[in-house]
T-cell receptor, first 113, second 112 residues
Framework: GENVEQHPSTLSVQEGDSAVIKCTYSDSASNYFPWYKQELGKGPQLIIDIRSNVGEKKDQRIAVTLNKTAKHFSLHITETQPEDSAVYFCAASKGTGGFKTIFGAGTRLFVKA | KAGVTQTPRYLIKTRGQQVTLSCSPISGHRSVSWYQQTPGQGLQFLFEYFSETQRNKGNFPGRFSGRQFSNSRSEMNVSTLELGDSALYLC???????????FGPGTRLTVL
C-alpha cells in the first residue's frame, strides 16, 4: 500500500546549525505535502506545505523542496533555535481531508544550546 | 479565530468500558478527521466527517465509531475498550475543498 518513509528518526544539532529531514512517498498521485511540528503535549501544527506544481517554498527559516520525479521531499530548517526542538512529521496527500493523507513516522529534533 | 478544541484532554478507563471523545472544529470548517497516534503505529486515520456524514473510514474495527452534528462538532466513541486502544486521539478540521488540516491538542486515553 501507499506509504511515506521519513529519515532520520532522531536528529541532534547545535543551535545555529541547519537541520534537514527527508521523506519519500510511494503514491505518484500525491499532490500535497504538508509538514507538521508536534511539541510535547500538543497536537501537530502545520508549519509549511508544498503542492506538486511547485519545487520549493520558503518561509523565513524553514523551506521545503519537492522532487516529483524521485518522489521525495525535504524540510530544511536554518539557524536552528532551542524552541525548534520537537517531533516533525511529513505527509503526502492526494485529496482533501484526512482519508488520503499518509504520514511519515516522525523525526525527533533536538537543538542543543 | 479559535483553534480546534478537544475534550476531555485526559481519560483513564478500564478494559471493557466505552468512551466518548469530543471535537469542536475551527469556526466555518465542516470537515473533521480523527486520528489515533501511538508510538508504534504513528498517526493513523480513523474516519472523516463532512456535513454530518461519514465520508471516509480507515482500517479500524467497528468498535470505533463517530458522528458529526449540524454545528460541525464531532464525537468519536470507542466501545469495549482494549489495552491497545491507549493512545492520543487527535481530530483535525479542514475548510471545504482545501487540503490543509488543523489539529486539536488531542485526548490522551489510557486503558488499564
Amino acid at each position: 500500500g501507499e506509504n511515506v518513509e521519513q529519515h532520520p528518526s532522531t536528529l541532534s544539532v547545535q543551535e545555529g546549525d541547519s537541520a534537514v529531514i527527508k521523506c519519500t512517498y510511494s503514491d505518484s498521485a500525491s499532490n500535497y505535502f504538508p509538514w507538521y511540528k508536534q511539541e510535547l503535549g500538543k497536537g501537530p501544527q502545520l508549519i509549511i506545505d508544498i503542492r506538486s506544481n511547485v519545487g520549493e517554498k520558503k518561509d523565513q527559516r524553514i523551506a521545503v523542496t519537492l522532487n516529483k520525479t524521485a518522489k521525495h521531499f525535504s524540510l530544511h530548517i536554518t539557524e536552528t533555535q532551542p524552541e525548534d526542538s520537537a517531533v516533525y512529521f511529513c505527509a503526502a496527500s492526494k485529496g482533501t481531508g484526512g482519508f488520503k493523507t499518509i504520514f511519515g513516522a516522525g523525526t525527533r529534533l533536538f537543538v542543543k544550546a | 479565530k479559535a483553534g480546534v478544541t478537544q475534550t476531555p484532554r485526559y481519560l483513564i478507563k478500564t478494559r471493557g468500558q466505552q468512551v466518548t471523545l469530543s471535537c469542536s472544529p475551527i469556526s466555518g470548517h465542516r470537515s473533521v478527521s480523527w486520528y489515533q497516534q501511538t508510538p508504534g503505529q504513528g498517526l493513523q486515520f480513523l474516519f472523516e466527517y463532512f456535513s454530518e456524514t461519514q465520508r471516509n473510514k480507515g482500517n479500524f474495527p467497528g468498535r470505533f465509531s463517530g458522528r458529526q452534528f449540524s454545528n460541525s462538532r464531532s464525537e468519536m466513541n470507542v466501545s469495549t475498550l482494549e489495552l491497545g486502544d491507549s493512545a492520543l486521539y487527535l481530530c483535525a478540521s479542514s475548510s471545504t475543498g482545501t487540503n490543509e488540516q488543523f489539529f486539536g491538542p488531542g485526548t490522551r486515553l489510557t486503558v488499564l
